[in-house]
């Protein structure tokens, strides 16, 4: 005969209150308010209280094998208010090690907290995904939905949106299919920007026109030119979020490390001249002598870290993406203050591929040099394409 579960315990008209009007009668993860019908309009209730350390310390209650002392476990600081859907999900042992204790007290402080005093604010922690999926000498890597949502979540609390997507999965640049990746010539890199730009310009940009897109989260793999490309053709006004996979740990969430500092060697020479080359050695490093003959001359710039080896890993942490973007936006900054006659940059970048998109969005169209995008192929480096005119 099964075994009879222990019923749970009625939680007090007074400790659900406290819950509700704390939490402005808003779901705790997505916002919504949870005292009106999205169809009828009518109020109804469709709010549940869910325990973040589950009620009965057993193993079969979700997330209650944490220490809290059983007395406590009803008390309002221990429940959050959230959409009956969105509660089961929490509770699903398939997604538990998602949502721990700490991340479920951490969104229940900052909801309650900015209804208290800001309630007439609504944050959003949703995130539109946008991934890209291409082919890197032959070898592509699939991005599932599984894996973005867990990126968003454990490496900036947000929580991914796929509304805009058909199949409400993701909105999807898929370069697999573009002929030519192998030997990524001219006619290959004019076929994929086009296929970049069909979607940023019919899905992308839509939405953000109506408003649909606050946040975007990127997921790319592909070619460094195209990357940076991607970059270049954002929403510079969309605050966004750039994963990228990681040989130590096989996954797109960000693992964490020390700190990193970037440091730009300039040419000494201030003579006058329209072009120059940019070195990024960031992933690996690009020696002096494997420049094109044509570009060895130019004046050269070189970005690489300043107390580190240039290493696959060494961006491990969004801050040290954060730093090399700053690194960029100084040195673009420098050169447009003390070379403006430099119109194009000769760019050889070894260089993670979050850093790659984040080249493309730090560049303004009309205040910097053209980049002219070098690719490596059996060869030697050789132009790939230009994003901007000189």
């Known amino acids: 005969m099964a075994e009879k579960k222990t019923p749970r315990r009625a939680l007090s008209p007074d400790v659900r209150l406290k819950v509700w009007v704390r939490s402005g009668g808003r779901c705790v993860v997505c916002n919504r308010y949870l005292l009106e019908g999205k169809l009828s309009g009518r109020e109804v209730t469709f709010g549940e209280l869910a325990h973040i350390v589950g009620q009965a310390p057993t193993a079969e209650s979700p997330r209650a094998l944490d220490d809290l002392d059983p007395a406590e476990r009803d008390d309002p600081e221990n429940l959050v208010l959230i959409c009956e859907d969105e509660h089961e999900e929490i509770d699903k042992r398939g997604t538990r090690d998602l949502f721990a204790v700490d991340l479920l007290r951490e969104m229940k402080r900052a909801h309650e907290e900015r209804i208290r005093h800001v309630t007439s604010f609504a944050a959003d922690r949703s995130t539109v995904v946008l991934r890209v999926i291409g082919q890197l000498r032959g070898t592509s890597v699939e991005v599932d939905t599984e894996a973005t949502a867990s990126a968003v979540i454990r490496s900036a609390g947000r929580f991914p949106r796929f509304d805009?997507?058909?199949?409400?999965?993701?909105?999807?640049?898929?370069?697999?299919?573009?002929?030519?990746?192998?030997?990524?010539?001219?006619?290959?890199?004019?076929?994929?920007?086009?296929?970049?730009?069909?979607?940023?310009?019919?899905?992308?940009?839509?939405?953000?026109?109506?408003?649909?897109?606050?946040?975007?989260?990127?997921?790319?793999?592909?070619?460094?030119?195209?990357?940076?490309?991607?970059?270049?053709?954002?929403?510079?006004?969309?605050?966004?979020?750039?994963?990228?996979?990681?040989?130590?740990?096989?996954?797109?969430?960000?693992?964490?490390?020390?700190?990193?500092?970037?440091?730009?060697?300039?040419?000494?020479?201030?003579?006058?001249?329209?072009?120059a080359a940019l070195v990024l050695n960031v992933s690996g490093s690009i020696a002096s002598d494997e420049l094109p003959g044509e570009v060895g001359s130019l004046p050269r710039f070189v970005l690489a870290p300043s107390s580190a080896v240039p290493s696959p890993d060494l961006v491990n942490s969004a801050e040290a993406l954060a730093a090399f973007e700053s690194s960029l936006r100084e040195l673009l900054a420098w050169i447009e203050a003390n070379h403006k006659s430099i119109r194009r940059l000769h760019v050889f970048a070894a260089v993670p591929l979050s850093a790659a998109v984040t080249l493309g969005r730090v560049r303004a169209d009309e205040v910097h040099p053209a980049l002219l995008l070098y690719d490596r192929g059996e060869n030697g480096y050789h132009p790939a394409l230009e994003i901007g005119e000189p």
């Open 164 to 275: 805009l997507a058909f199949d409400r999965r993701s909105v999807e640049i898929d370069l697999r299919d573009v002929p030519g990746e192998p030997e990524a010539d001219s006619s290959y890199y004019a076929q994929a920007t086009a296929t970049i730009d069909q979607v940023i310009e019919h899905k992308l940009h839509e939405g953000v026109q109506r408003d649909a897109v606050q946040h975007l989260s990127v997921f790319a793999f592909a070619r460094v030119p195209l990357l940076v490309y991607l970059g270049s053709r954002l929403d510079d006004t969309v605050p966004t979020d750039i994963y990228q996979r990681h040989r130590s740990t096989g996954n797109w969430e960000w693992p964490g490390g020390d700190s990193v500092h970037f440091e730009v060697e300039k040419p000494k020479s201030r003579t006058a001249v329209t072009a």
